[in-house]
């Protein structure tokens, strides 16, 4: 099997870029996916990249990794707070899993403070911005290298 990391961003990400800009940036999701695929490429494994606004779907893609895929790179955005059922699709599929987050929840809202996803995730990285996202992919392709 080709090594294959899945990126998968969940609701209200397909807003970046103008949804509050204060708090997220300028950038897009598109910015995110060219930033991605470029790591991907550096780092020899294939990049499948994926975002949606319903939970079901998410739980359906996560789902189809299992068997195919080497890791995920997860911005479960507000689901990570309160989605049982995605924590529930990655334990169930046996992929390592990195948890990206573009702010720090840390620093925000009591109720961002939790997530469903830290203790089931190799590991968590937030607060660097779209940069996330690119550390995720190396540190899963260094981790899946044979």
Same mark, same amino acid.
């Given at each position: 099997?080709?090594?294959?990391?899945?990126?998968?961003?969940?609701?209200?990400?397909?807003?970046?870029?103008?949804?509050?800009?204060?708090?997220?940036?300028?950038?897009?999701?598109? !910015?995110?996916?060219?930033?991605?695929?470029?790591?991907?490429?550096?780092?020899? &494994?294939?990049?499948? #990249?994926?975002?949606?606004?319903?939970?079901?779907?998410?739980?359906?893609?996560?789902?189809?990794?299992?068997?195919?895929? +080497?890791?995920? &790179?997860?911005?479960?955005? =507000?689901? %990570?707070? /309160?989605?049982?059922?995605?924590?529930? =699709?990655?334990?169930?599929? !046996?992929?390592?899993?990195?948890?990206?987050?573009? /702010?720090?929840?840390?620093?925000?809202?009591?109720?961002?403070?939790?997530? #469903?996803?830290?203790? &089931? +995730?190799?590991?968590?990285?937030?607060? #660097?911005?779209?940069?996330?996202?690119?550390?995720?992919?190396?540190?899963?392709?260094?981790? %899946?290298?044979?």
């Amino acid at each position: 099997m080709q090594r294959k990391i899945v990126v998968l961003n969940g609701c209200n990400l397909n807003l970046l870029g103008t949804r509050e800009p204060e708090t997220y940036g300028r950038d897009t999701l598109a !910015d995110i996916e060219a930033l991605c695929r470029k790591t991907g490429e550096e780092c020899e &494994v294939e990049i499948e #990249f994926f975002q949606t606004n319903f939970e079901g779907e998410m739980i359906e893609k996560i789902q189809s990794c299992r068997g195919n895929t +080497s890791a995920l &790179v997860l911005n479960a955005a =507000a689901w %990570t707070h /309160t989605s049982v059922a995605i924590r529930d =699709a990655v334990t169930a599929i !046996d992929v390592p899993l990195f948890e990206v987050h573009i /702010t720090n929840v840390h620093k925000r809202d009591a109720f961002r403070h939790h997530s #469903f996803l830290s203790d &089931v +995730s190799v590991g968590v990285i937030c607060g #660097f911005g779209i940069q996330g996202y690119e550390y995720a992919i190396r540190k899963a392709a260094l981790l %899946t290298k044979s």
